[in-house]
T-cell receptor, first 112, second 114 residues
Framework: QKEVEQDPGPLSVPEGAIVSLNCTYS??????FMWYRQYSRKGPELLMY??SSGNKEDGRFTAQVDKSSKYISLFIRDSQPSDSATYLC????????????WGAGTKLIIKP | DSGVTQTPKHLITATGQRVTLRCSPR?????VYWYQQSLDQGLQFLIH???????AKGNILERFSAQQFPDLHSELNLSSLELGDSALYFC?????????????FGAGTRLSVL
């Protein structure tokens, strides 16, 4: 079993929809959670960063962490075709020397 | 622009050859990470250097090696190349690599082994 599980998709939704992307994990020591966006064949770029549990909002993006369920989510409101990309979750913990553990990435397609 | 520079952008070579990929981290960043991403695959962590010293190894083949120089740039050396080594190779940097390990990625080097 992988430490971080992420459905590879593709997830296809119409423009304007609310998108929910998720990762589950097994290591309860994870404290730092990140979402990266990767356009095709480009370098990943950091979207959201959260520490421990709770929500964090940035424009149309909301990151949510539920440590009791070992589950993190990224919500995208009013999705746009330009949001079409692969979204990767990553997380770290002190007991792994803060090395980032990555999900496989979910490919998102927003249809105009 | 992330501030991380990778060269070359594209590399085409033949099986059995050796290549060197170069990475310049963001100004002030001490940690450099190398990743491999094959077509439609996730990021595979290869190796982490902090201020010139190796800190962690991931799924790095023995044919691959890396180093970080005093000016903090890093090189990834790939030798005895095989067709399966064709992939995107990303370098990322972070300030220290400890807590709040936010990594900033370069644009990658696309390696094609023919």
């Amino acid at each position: 079993q992988k430490e971080v599980e992420q459905d590879p998709g593709p997830l296809s939704v119409p423009e304007g929809a609310i998108v929910s992307l998720n990762c589950t994990y097994s290591n309860s020591a994870f404290q730092y959670f990140m979402w990266y966006r990767q356009y095709s064949r480009k370098g990943p770029e950091l979207l959201m960063y959260t520490y421990s549990s709770g929500n964090k909002e940035d424009g149309r993006f909301t990151a949510q962490v539920d440590k009791s369920s070992k589950y993190i989510s990224l919500f995208i409101r009013d999705s746009q075709p330009s949001d079409s990309a692969t979204y990767l979750c990553a997380m770290s913990a002190v007991d792994s020397n803060y090395q980032l553990i990555w999900g496989a990435g979910t490919k998102l397609i927003i249809k105009p | 622009d992330s501030g991380v520079t990778q060269t070359p952008k594209h590399l085409i070579t033949a099986t059995g050859q050796r290549v060197t990929l170069r990475c310049s981290p963001r100004s002030g960043d001490l940690s450099v990470y190398w990743y491999q991403q094959s077509l439609d695959q996730g990021l595979q962590f290869l190796i982490h250097y902090y201020n010139g010293e190796e800190r962690a190894k991931g799924n790095i083949l023995e044919r691959f090696s890396a180093q970080q120089f005093p000016d903090l740039h890093s090189e990834l050396n790939l030798s005895s190349l095989e067709l399966g080594d064709s992939a995107l190779y990303f370098c990322a940097s972070s300030h220290r690599g400890g807590a709040k390990n936010i990594q900033y990625f370069g644009a990658g080097t696309r390696l094609s082994v023919l």
